[in-house]
Structures are given as structure tokens and as C-alpha cells.
């Protein structure tokens, strides 16, 4: 005698559980708009960061494309405080994140 085998599971159809109906809970899905303002309200620094540092390295390319070093220079080292501002501005806001979560 062969043995059945149940069907394969239908995500569309979900199991039927005695007892249990469920309801319509509807969710919403949040766009990439929403998500980034949300974000932008929780740690206002991490964009301004992001901003500053690609604005100061487009400066820094573009005197280092009209042969003007020093100011290249300097504006590459800025570069650099810029993103490091970005980074602790990201490990600030974790932290800042997992305490909230804690309480």
C-alpha cells in the first residue's frame, strides 16, 4: 500500500486552526521616504555628517583638478574629521538606540 503525502504548503491558503480566526490586521508598509525622515529625526547628525563629507571632498577634487594642492590638501583632511564626525555621530545614535530599548 502507498502512503499519501500531504500536500505541499500554499502560502496563499493558509492551515485552518480550529478555534482560531484571525483577524485583518492591515500593516503599513513604510516607503523609502518615510524610513529615511524617520531616521533623520532619530540622529539629525549622521545626514549632516554624510552631507558634509561628500561636499568637502567634491572641493577638494575640484581644487585638486585646478592644480591648487594646498588647498586640496587641507580640504582632504577635512575629509577626514568629516567622517570620523559621521561615524561617532552612527555610534552615538546605536547607543543612544540600545539604552532606549533597555528601558
Do not use: W
Request: aromatic content about 8%; some cysteine; overall charge positive.
Amino acid at each position: 500500500m502507498a502512503q499519501n503525502t500531504p500536500p505541499p504548503f500554499d502560502p496563499n491558503r493558509p492551515p485552518v486552526i480550529e478555534g482560531f480566526t484571525p483577524t485583518a490586521l492591515q500593516y503599513h508598509q513604510e516607503t523609502f521616504g518615510e524610513k529615511f525622515l524617520r531616521k533623520t529625526r532619530d540622529n539629525p547628525f549622521v545626514p549632516i555628517g554624510c552631507l558634509g563629507t561628500a561636499g568637502i571632498l567634491a572641493y577638494g577634487l575640484i581644487c585638486f583638478k585646478k592644480g591648487n594642492t594646498h588647498q586640496s590638501q587641507i580640504m582632504m583632511r577635512a575629509r577626514v574629521l568629516a567622517q570620523g564626525f559621521t561615524v561617532a555621530a552612527l555610534v552615538v545614535g546605536i547607543v543612544a538606540t540600545a539604552i532606549k530599548s533597555q528601558k
